[in-house]
């Protein structure tokens, strides 16, 4: 683990250097299966089913009883857990809704905007041993809140065509319409063109690896909408010597379990706090089932050393890390000053895992310096803002010769006289 | 002009049926460009705007003398008019400021949402003998009110290098940093990747034609977030014999003079309204100086005769117009039932061509039925979401538990780690 020691400005873009990634080379591979799924619809899926999952689907939907049978397959500990999480999930993201927006901007010209939801919605949720039950969680609340009619669930089968009951329990209890035992690029195609079982969508959420990620890119050149293009798991750390460093390396191993290409960065004004955090590391891997991962993230993770906050919180805007755990004497100052990251996390006893499964926040955020421009899934996620107008006679005589003038300048006289002739009218009247 | 009776809605789709894109045709060119743009920056771009604008650029930058130069060939009355537009915008974008929705969801767990402004963006005006200055205020307004603090400006210049004095003038008012004589695919790839004088941005907005919407959408595959996929303008009005046939027909040729794939539909429940508004097109087209793209537009848009209210709603729903202008017997019918539409216009005295320039709202809309889940242009546009957490021990002890467990079952046990680091070093005080 090496430190770096206040890198110049010039050298942050390599060093902080995100992995690149293939579009292309995936592409041609997904206009592939999307063809197919096109032309042929669940004969397609369920082709790519057996190609990729290695099983022989007899029905792509879950079946009731296959729903209703999970819940008996999960702990009642678990399940007390996952609802205390929903519970905080709901709290959060029921207080974003907001009231629509009036103004008068002239007399008789009364301007609004309100929010509807997005009717039909599609959940990717990724298979494999350990599902991402909380990423359901993460999705359908918000959808539910904001009123989504329509909300259907793809995710992969195991080899003998099953889906795990913390899975199905966790759909079930937030009201999911439709769970469909499809996962990868199979799955973004079928919720985007629709097939005999599986709805098409307006827009799909959800993370993936980078088959899906590509998939759910090439979806919004077919008239659908996604939640952010996504990358590897991010997180940064600012500590000092006010941290503590077994918490810090525990943050750091949280991030770097997800997979080898999981970028993990320490950024601290101390450099006894760097040489403490990188102990505890060592330490701590060395009892994680999933060591051998971690290690290979560790090796690739950047431990920088910089010379006051002011210098660090620069270094951490540019990166715009997706997650962003602030453990120092003066939190404030880098809550101020970040105006890039996804979720931040303040204090010695907020770990990123608090805000992954329970806190309340959510866990669906932009990577790969995404938080530039990107927000986390949040309840406007599942939204759309529409405008609104209404206009008087009294209004038509303060804006009218405006737009006329206007509507000339940039050539377009049909536009003018759909005003002329109003004008017209209520001067004739 | 055909008008259909009642249609079935099996019949639907094809009836209201978009024109195609051609997305893969025109992606090969923004690879190629592109790749020129990220290989030799300036040197490409003028090169491009030799090839495609017909002109051997010294600067690619507007001066400070020719922006200041451009106030002068204004009028006043059309700088009134901007002005007035300009302000009422500002009212109605800034009614959309959101203070930091905060929530403890449980005690010791609080957690926040706050807007931050998308620090660097790039506005994208098409050029042409008319160019759109409107849309200048309809993006660096609120542009501005968010805080982006980097505002830049790519349009095409005309075979004298210039741009038309009413771009610069609006360029100005509105406080944009810079303007580039750049347009087409190459002011995409400039904004995209960055070059010596343009600076690399992290959203793109703004019209444009199909090489620019290609461009757009192909950028968003290299870091860069785009306002929305665009395709040709649509109006959709709901008219029935409440209704005063000229002003519906002139604003369906507001819509039809955009250019010869413009979608213009009426829908009515009174046959004798169609009848009449097809009189008055008839009429008005004839004055019209685009006339003859107008007409291949009406060519090309429907008439169509529905039952009822409720199943003229259902197809409109169905179609999810960019524009949409109701006049009839009961407007609030429609406004509280159709969920799909960019900005909607109610009553006789609300012509489309209001909202274009003056009332106050966005004319950056979603077209080719995105109405269904992208919102128009808005304050939030050039903002993200970042959302923050600050957990206490007594908050530890709440969700700690639940964080252990959901981790645990998903198989992620360095996140297991992290929390239970903190609740024993709690439980040891």
């Given at each position: 683990m090496k430190t770096i020691h206040n890198p110049k400005k010039e050298h942050w873009s390599e060093l902080l250097r995100r992995p690149t990634r293939t579009f292309k080379d995936i592409e041609t591979t997904v206009d592939d299966i999307f063809k197919n799924i096109q032309q042929s619809g669940d004969d397609a899926v369920l082709k790519y089913t057996s190609m990729f999952d290695g099983v022989d689907l007899e029905n792509i939907e879950a079946s009731k009883s296959e729903i209703e049978n999970a819940e008996s397959q999960v702990s009642d500990e678990l399940k007390s857990a996952i609802k205390l999480a929903k519970s905080n999930i709901h709290k959060f993201h029921e207080a974003q809704k907001t009231e629509p927006v009036k103004v008068e901007t002239q007399p008789g010209v009364t301007c609004w905007q309100a929010k509807k939801p997005i009717q039909k919605v599609g959940l990717y949720i990724p298979g494999g041993?350990?599902?991402?039950?909380s990423t359901i969680l993460m999705l359908a609340v918000p959808a539910k809140i904001a009123g989504c009619s329509e909300i259907v669930l793809c995710t992969p089968p195991n080899k003998e065509g099953k889906i795990n009951p913390v899975t199905l329990y966790t759909a079930q209890l937030c009201g999911i319409d439709k769970v469909f035992k499809v996962g990868g690029i199979q799955a973004i195609g079928a919720m985007t063109f629709g097939t005999e079982t599986i709805p098409k969508v307006y827009k799909i959420f959800g993370p993936g690896n980078q088959y899906v990620t590509v998939a759910k890119q090439v979806a919004t050149t077919f008239d659908v909408a996604i939640d952010m293009p996504a990358g590897p798991s991010e997180l940064l750390v600012v500590a000092d010597e006010t941290a503590n460093p077994e918490f810090v390396a525990s943050d750091l191993l949280s991030q770097a379990e997800h997979g080898v290409d999981s970028q993990v960065v320490l950024v601290s004004t101390d450099e006894q706090t760097i040489v403490d955090v990188q102990k505890a590391i060592t330490k701590q891997i060395e009892v994680l089932p999933r060591m051998e991962m971690a290690i290979k993230a560790i090796e690739n993770s950047k431990f920088v050393l910089m010379k006051d906050d002011a210098s660090a919180s620069e270094l951490i805007d540019f990166y715009g890390p997706e997650h962003f755990i602030i453990s120092t004497k003066d939190d404030d100052f880098y809550v101020e000053n970040?105006?890039?990251?996804g979720s931040v996390f303040i204090g010695k006893?907020?770990?990123?895992s608090a805000g992954d499964y329970?806190?309340?926040?959510?866990?669906?955020l932009p990577t790969n310096g995404y938080a530039k421009q990107y927000s986390g899934v949040n309840l406007d996620s599942f939204n759309k803002a529409i405008t609104y107008q209404k206009i008087t006679e009294e209004g038509i005589t303060r804006i009218g010769e405006a737009v006329e003038l206007m509507a000339e300048a940039e050539g377009l006289q049909a536009h003018k006289n759909a005003m002329t002739l109003r004008i017209n009218e209520i001067k004739n009247k």
């Amino acid at each position: 683990m090496k430190t770096i020691h206040n890198p110049k400005k010039e050298h942050w873009s390599e060093l902080l250097r995100r992995p690149t990634r293939t579009f292309k080379d995936i592409e041609t591979t997904v206009d592939d299966i999307f063809k197919n799924i096109q032309q042929s619809g669940d004969d397609a899926v369920l082709k790519y089913t057996s190609m990729f999952d290695g099983v022989d689907l007899e029905n792509i939907e879950a079946s009731k009883s296959e729903i209703e049978n999970a819940e008996s397959q999960v702990s009642d500990e678990l399940k007390s857990a996952i609802k205390l999480a929903k519970s905080n999930i709901h709290k959060f993201h029921e207080a974003q809704k907001t009231e629509p927006v009036k103004v008068e901007t002239q007399p008789g010209v009364t301007c609004w905007q309100a929010k509807k939801p997005i009717q039909k919605v599609g959940l990717y949720i990724p298979g494999g041993t350990a599902p991402l039950f909380s990423t359901i969680l993460m999705l359908a609340v918000p959808a539910k809140i904001a009123g989504c009619s329509e909300i259907v669930l793809c995710t992969p089968p195991n080899k003998e065509g099953k889906i795990n009951p913390v899975t199905l329990y966790t759909a079930q209890l937030c009201g999911i319409d439709k769970v469909f035992k499809v996962g990868g690029i199979q799955a973004i195609g079928a919720m985007t063109f629709g097939t005999e079982t599986i709805p098409k969508v307006y827009k799909i959420f959800g993370p993936g690896n980078q088959y899906v990620t590509v998939a759910k890119q090439v979806a919004t050149t077919f008239d659908v909408a996604i939640d952010m293009p996504a990358g590897p798991s991010e997180l940064l750390v600012v500590a000092d010597e006010t941290a503590n460093p077994e918490f810090v390396a525990s943050d750091l191993l949280s991030q770097a379990e997800h997979g080898v290409d999981s970028q993990v960065v320490l950024v601290s004004t101390d450099e006894q706090t760097i040489v403490d955090v990188q102990k505890a590391i060592t330490k701590q891997i060395e009892v994680l089932p999933r060591m051998e991962m971690a290690i290979k993230a560790i090796e690739n993770s950047k431990f920088v050393l910089m010379k006051d906050d002011a210098s660090a919180s620069e270094l951490i805007d540019f990166y715009g890390p997706e997650h962003f755990i602030i453990s120092t004497k003066d939190d404030d100052f880098y809550v101020e000053n970040i105006n890039n990251a996804g979720s931040v996390f303040i204090g010695k006893y907020t770990p990123e895992s608090a805000g992954d499964y329970a806190s309340g926040t959510n866990h669906t955020l932009p990577t790969n310096g995404y938080a530039k421009q990107y927000s986390g899934v949040n309840l406007d996620s599942f939204n759309k803002a529409i405008t609104y107008q209404k206009i008087t006679e009294e209004g038509i005589t303060r804006i009218g010769e405006a737009v006329e003038l206007m509507a000339e300048a940039e050539g377009l006289q049909a536009h003018k006289n759909a005003m002329t002739l109003r004008i017209n009218e209520i001067k004739n009247k």
